[in-house]
């Protein structure tokens, strides 16, 4: 079952003689899918091996975050992990391959956790978000926390000692 409010997007791609152009981001279109539309912040992660695991990371509100995850390099399989308790998918993830071959991308709504693994070495991944990062609202949950269950497809992954250490996840008290 798909996560409530991600989308998996794939830019349309005008061709000619010289190769493609596509956009990637558009305000309206966002805006009259429900998707949140505001863009405050762009930035890439540049990853040197296959196996290395980034996240599972979000920010808590009033500075929760919508991500759009593009990779522009190699390659990474991309997940997202609804936090959201009132959400008909609350504490199941989706994953997905992400390449700069497929040139798609990841639209993940505020309230859920992102991470990824690359596949190859070299990696660059590309985020546009809805906020500006706010370190005293970064949060994470552990990457192998067995409330997911999501099966990294590199064992062994290349992780921060940050990112490992998280506790096991216990949802809020209704």
Request: with cysteine.
């Amino acid at each position: 079952m798909p996560l409530a409010g991600v989308y998996r997007i794939t830019p349309e791609q005008i061709r000619d003689v010289r190769g493609f152009f596509a956009r990637t981001w558009c305000q309206r279109e966002f805006a009259a899918h429900g998707l949140t539309p505001r863009l405050t912040q762009c930035s890439i992660s540049y990853n040197r091996g296959a196996g290395t695991l980034r996240g599972l990371h979000y920010q808590v509100a009033p500075h929760g975050e919508a991500k759009l995850v593009r990779c522009t390099a190699g390659a990474i399989y991309d997940v997202a992990v609804d936090l959201r308790p009132a959400s008909p998918t609350f504490c199941r993830h989706l994953a997905v391959a992400l390449s700069a071959a497929n040139r798609a991308m990841l639209y993940i709504p505020e309230g859920l956790a992102h991470g990824f693994q690359t596949l190859v070495d070299d990696t660059e991944v590309f985020y546009q978000m809805s906020e500006f990062h706010m370190p005293a609202f970064a949060r994470g949950v552990r990457y192998d926390d067995p409330t997911f269950g999501i099966e990294w497809p590199i064992a062994d992954p290349i992780v921060l000692e940050r990112d490992a250490a998280y506790p096991d996840f216990e949802p809020a008290p209704a």
